[in-house]
């Protein structure tokens, strides 16, 4: 504006000394402006570097998660499958299990099929439209974790400190509501903010030091500033990071206490081990994503930006698998029991 503002007074002094009016002028460059911001906004694909490094480690780096995501689908991709074939499992707690880890099969998709075709990419491009979709659906399913985290921590609460009730209140439709509810309210949680940041002016450069369209480095491309954005993601991100972070909290410090009151040893060791490994998983997942999104912009480094967000897309659903079923008898129960199956059915396909 302080520009455009001297270039007026520039043209009017000029068109005054020959004698001739400086307005018409003036509408002129205003419109040969407007022409010249509106050519720069039109961004029509962004280039994820991904990890910049040599042809040779960009293959290794593929070969790496290319490994790690098709464990992470046979991970997830088990425990769903042991859910859904065994009759035992078909309880409030492993329905929640068997969300949560199609939930990280679905979350992993968002990321890294992506990140693998740009290691193996020259041009590393997204479109416009793909950047932005990519942005929605992995902050969705960030925050349909969120949401079902607390409700797994809730289901624990129920079933230990009320183990006579429990049958009653979180009975099986219940759970599937509260479970259909925590999907449907995050993937209403992103479509405002990111409807407006789609609108702001891009005007190059479209470089986005990241595998993953972010909010951090797609407000840091744009032309203008946009603080009202960045401050609705902020508290966005904020208020359910830290609501759903604080349930958990108080959901296990009354778990604690009830469990602290059992009198045998076995019934003390038997709880503490059901709700380890979800609160292994709760750590993992909110320790990484409290550096990241509590503000977006908030000046981290773009490698630690890189390296905690691999984290919790990538190693934690990859992890998630072994903490649920190494801690849990009934579930290797149900694993053993799929592979005798496929065994059985590969030996009557031989015959």
């Known amino acids: 504006m302080r520009n455009l503002q001297i270039s007026k007074r520039k043209i009017c002094l000029s068109f005054r000394e020959q004698g001739q009016p400086c307005h018409c002028h003036f509408i002129l460059l205003c419109t040969q402006e407007t022409m010249n911001l509106s050519a720069v906004s ?34 997830n991709g088990a425990i769903v499958s042991a859910v859904m074939l065994d009759c035992r499992l078909h309880t409030p707690m492993y329905i929640l299990l068997a969300n949560f880890s ?26 416009f439209t793909g950047c932005f979709l990519q942005f929605y659906f992995f902050f969705s399913f960030g925050i349909t974790e969120t949401f079902l985290l607390p409700l797994m921590a809730f289901d624990r609460y129920l079933a230990i400190c009320w183990p006579l009730r429990y049958p009653t209140i979180m009975s099986m439709p219940l759970c599937k509501n509260l479970v259909v509810l925590c999907w449907v309210a995050a993937f209403l949680c992103y479509p405002i903010p990111i409807y407006f940041t789609t609108q702001l002016p891009f005007c190059g450069p479209n470089v986005i030091d990241h595998f993953v369209c972010d909010p951090g480095p797609l407000l840091a491309l744009s032309c203008i500033a946009a603080p009202g954005i960045e401050l ?45 490994s979800h609160l292994a998983v709760v750590s993992l997942f909110y320790g990484s994503i409290m550096v990241m999104y509590i503000s977006p912009t908030s000046g981290n480094q773009a490698g630690i ?8 897309s990538s190693v934690t659903p990859l992890i998630n698998p072994l903490i649920y079923s190494l801690r849990n008898k009934d579930m290797k129960a149900a694993l053993r029991k799929i592979q005798m199956c496929t065994k059985i059915s590969k030996i009557n396909d031989s015959l």
């Open 232 to 276: 609705s993601c902020s508290i966005l991100s904020s208020v359910i990071i830290f609501i759903t972070f604080f349930f958990i909290l108080a959901s296990y410090t009354l778990v604690l206490r009830a469990v602290l009151r059992v009198p045998s040893a076995e019934g003390r060791r038997k709880a503490f081990s059901t709700c380890g």
């Open 102 to 127: 199609f939930l990280e099969i679905c979350y992993i998709n968002t990321t890294v099929p992506n990140m693998l075709g740009n290691f193996l990419s020259e041009t590393k491009a997204i479109s």
């Open 42 to 75: 039109t961004v029509t694909e962004f280039i994820l570097l991904s990890f910049p490094c040599s042809r040779g480690v960009q293959v290794l780096l593929f070969a790496l998660f290319f490994v790690s995501y098709i464990l992470t689908l046979m991970g």
């Open 305 to 312: 930006q890189k390296i905690v967000t691999l984290f919790y």
